[in-house]
């Protein structure tokens, strides 16, 4: 009787877990309010849900975060969240992505200014789980932030590298947008930096989703 009784229990356990760990999330703001603690250790569910309600009756209230400082919800639609974690300092994107024959994915971008700005892209499916991000976007190396490389710039630097700041952000129709800091080619002389500008994109690298991963346009 004990074996069966440890048996039944252990299968009760098991389904039990298998309910909890395969829980999927419906929509970007249930994704928000759950997605995990390590990507914002200082905002609990109870503070994400308190910051979305804040953000629908728009009362502007602030939320404090575990750290004591202010946090809001400065965007919310159906498929994005902008959110200010900490004024002047951190902001965070959530992005929901569809995909024509799978359940979506949400891609999470966090900017921090150091005062440089420096972001950094994950993507989270349904259950949220952390997924290879090199299957979804190829993140842009130097090279793409040219309008064109002149010959004298050749060996200058290695153009299939990915500067040492890049900032993400999300456009009104969820479009990615990739600004490469100066910094990465502040240390060369004046002649190669001024030649450097001179020929770099006017604008942000556009990157937009086509139903299976993120690619430049």
Do not use: H
């Not at 804040?54 to 404090?64: F, L, S």
């Not at 959530?94 to 999470?108: G, H, N, Q, T």
């Not at 993507?123 to 993140?139: A, R």
Request: net charge neutral; glycine share 6%; charged share 25%.
């Amino acid at each position: 009787m004990c074996f069966i009784r440890r048996t039944f229990f252990i299968v009760l356990f098991a389904c039990f877990a298998s309910s909890v760990f395969a829980e999927r999330v419906e929509g970007i703001r249930d994704f928000f309010v759950k997605m995990p603690d390590e990507v914002i250790p200082y905002l609990n569910y109870s503070l994400k849900s308190d910051m979305l309600d804040c953000y629908t009756v728009g009362n502007g209230r602030k939320t404090e975060n575990l750290l004591k400082g202010k946090s809001w919800v400065s965007y919310c639609d159906s498929a994005r969240i902008d959110v200010v974690l900490s004024d002047g300092k951190s902001l965070l994107s959530v992005l929901e992505c569809e995909r024509k024959k799978d359940s979506p994915i949400y891609a999470v971008i966090e900017t921090i200014y150091t005062p440089i700005a420096d972001s950094r892209i994950t993507f989270y499916n349904s259950e949220m789980e952390l997924l290879n991000g090199k299957g979804i976007i190829e993140l842009p190396c130097k090279g793409d932030f040219f309008v064109s490389l002149p010959k004298s710039l050749k060996g200058c630097f290695d153009v299939s590298e990915v500067p040492e700041f890049l900032k993400v952000s999300v456009s009104n129709d969820g479009t990615l947008l990739f600004e490469a800091d100066p910094v990465w080619y502040a240390a060369f002389d004046f002649n190669i930096r001024k030649l450097i500008e001179q020929n770099l994109l006017p604008k942000p690298l556009m990157y937009e989703w086509n139903g299976k991963r993120f690619k430049k346009v």
